[in-house]
């Protein structure tokens, strides 16, 4: 599953020149936000460096530490380095990120944080980022539970950014949570953010858990919002095919072939289908045209056999049953030498053989049947 890494451009020139409302009597506020568009316009950390010791400056009494309005920069310097700077090359002390968390949790429960929403959002955002950056890492050295955990406080920073959703979907499908998982897939699939790749994780996650029918449900849902994937038609028809519900896998045969006109898979299915609702010359033809895309395919090959030798019980006529059951020996000899452990094609050889009276074929099966059985 790709993953996305970032959650926005982060649109530091807008901000960090926009008017500092009340504030800009302050010299030392003018330095600080002049370093933060220095950094904007040439990308060298020496600015955030400069910016952190100017804000730094302004916060020395208790009345500072007090002030919203320096507090709000500090926490826009603060969050900048920590998303910034991920390789710490400016020497941030270790525990520099969890101050910055607890800042801006301190700053976004202040009453009076209205005033400075915008600010304060850049700063949730750069923490968000953090956050997510932190759960990669933590995915890549397979530590899934520590990369749920900062997926969700990604998450509690960048409520409205719905990918997140699926990073933790994804950590807890991989940490074996697998209700936790397709809940927030299912958060996912909706007409706004919905995706292929979500609405098969999610159906493939109910079928681990043993529920086809919400795994049905889900991939049902997608295709109404993706009406063009064909992934998704596949996925349906597969589960009808496994499940041998037949009559709801038939409507969906002409929208498949037509989808996947050289997918031997796909026309093995559609055969099958059609064979197990009695339209054997539909399965004939299908089971063919499997075979003509892929000639090493076992399951064609015999299940034609099988049909033949079907047919040549049901014909009324000598001549027509013997020229069926000879048809049929023929594709399951094949079939026998794509898959010579088969006890199943040699049990079928063997009354095709009987009745037709071929002792040396029929003496050659029973002696290769009880090489396999005993």
Not at 10 to 34: I, R, Y
Not at 59 to 72: E, Y
Not at 102 to 107: E, F, I, Q, T
Not at 361 to 374: A, E, F, V
Request: proline fraction near 2%; charge should be positive; include cysteine.
């Amino acid at each position: 599953m790709k993953l996305s890494r970032k959650i926005i451009t982060l649109v530091l020139f807008g901000l960090f020149t926009a008017p500092l409302t009340g504030f800009c009597q302050s010299e030392a506020l003018k330095v600080v936000v002049n370093n933060l568009a220095y950094y904007k316009q040439h990308s060298e950390l020496k600015y955030l460096a400069n910016a952190k010791k100017s804000v730094d400056s302004l916060i020395k009494t208790r009345s500072d530490s007090s002030s919203l309005g320096k507090n709000i920069y500090k926490a826009i310097v603060y969050s900048s380095i920590a998303y910034i700077d991920s390789a710490n090359k400016l020497n941030q002390p270790d525990n520099f990120f969890d101050q910055t968390v607890a800042l801006v949790n301190r700053l976004a429960a202040s009453k009076k944080i209205y005033k400075y929403q915008t600010e304060l959002n850049f700063s949730k955002r750069c923490l968000a980022n953090v956050f997510i950056r932190r759960g990669f890492d933590q995915t890549r050295h397979l530590d899934f539970n520590k990369a749920v955990e900062s997926f969700e406080s990604a998450q509690a920073y960048a409520p409205n950014f719905s990918q997140i959703n699926a990073y933790i979907a994804y950590a807890n499908t991989r940490a074996g949570r697998l209700p936790e998982a397709v809940k927030f897939y299912n958060t996912l699939i909706t007409a706004d953010s919905v995706k292929t790749e979500y609405v098969i994780a999610a159906s493939n996650i109910y079928k681990t858990m043993g529920d086809t029918s919400k795994a049905l449900d889900i991939l049902q849902k997608g295709r109404r919002f993706l009406p063009a994937d064909k992934s998704l038609m596949l996925e349906e028809a597969n589960i009808y095919n496994n499940k041998k519900d037949y009559r709801s896998l038939e409507p969906m045969l002409k929208g498949l072939l037509d989808s996947y006109p050289n997918d031997a898979e796909v026309y093995f299915i559609a055969g099958n289908c059609y064979d197990h609702l009695d339209q054997a010359d539909r399965a004939e033809s299908l089971y063919l045209r499997s075979i003509e895309l892929n000639s090493s395919g076992y399951d064609p090959v015999y299940n034609l056999g099988l049909l033949y030798l079907k047919r040549s019980a049901n014909n009324k006529n000598a001549a027509d049953a013997e020229k069926n059951r000879l048809v049929a020996a023929q594709w399951l000899q094949k079939a026998y030498e794509m898959a010579p452990k088969n006890v199943n094609t040699l049990k079928l050889l063997q009354l095709i053989y009987a009745k037709n009276g071929n002792e040396d074929q029929l003496n050659y099966i029973n002696y290769k049947l009880q090489q396999l059985t005993n």
